[in-house]
Nanobody, 121 residues
Framework: VQLVESGGGLVQAGGSLRLSCAVA????????MGWFRQAPGKEREFVAA????????LYADSVKARFTISRDNDKNTVYLQMNSLEPEDTAIYSC???????????????WGQGTQVTVSS
């Protein structure tokens, strides 16, 4: 299973970005999908997750009401819409695929390389 993220970049505080994660290799709809991020000098942390059918979503408290995760099983792609971005959101964002839906890194079996998001103040 290969995961490729895109959509990162530099944005001012208060702005928006939409990340995409394209999945190839196995049936996308089998997998729960998650987004994680890692800031310099910090551990990787959970951001959001979505169940295989898109019905259930889960968010970290720090991004709730600002970020939205969604998926398109016809396009084998998961998205992360990020609004009202803050400098604290600066990190490398990675998507992950797994058979378990959750917020733990161990719930996921496959990972992308990540895309850089930088929010300037």
């Amino acid at each position: 299973v290969q995961l490729v993220e895109s959509g990162g970049g530099l944005v001012q505080a208060g702005g928006s970005l939409r990340l995409s994660c394209a999945v190839a290799g196995r049936t996308f709809s089998y997998y729960a999908m998650g987004w994680f991020r890692q800031a310099p000098g910090k551990e990787r942390e959970f951001v959001a997750a979505i169940s295989w059918n898109g019905i259930y979503t889960l968010y970290a408290d720090s991004v709730k009401a600002r970020f939205t995760i969604s998926r398109d099983n016809d396009k084998n792609t998961v998205y992360l819409q990020m609004n009202s971005l803050e400098p604290e959101d600066t990190a490398i964002y990675s998507c992950a695929a797994g058979t378990l839906y959750g917020s733990r890194k161990d719930d996921y079996d496959y990972w992308g390389q990540g895309t850089q998001v930088t929010v300037s103040s």
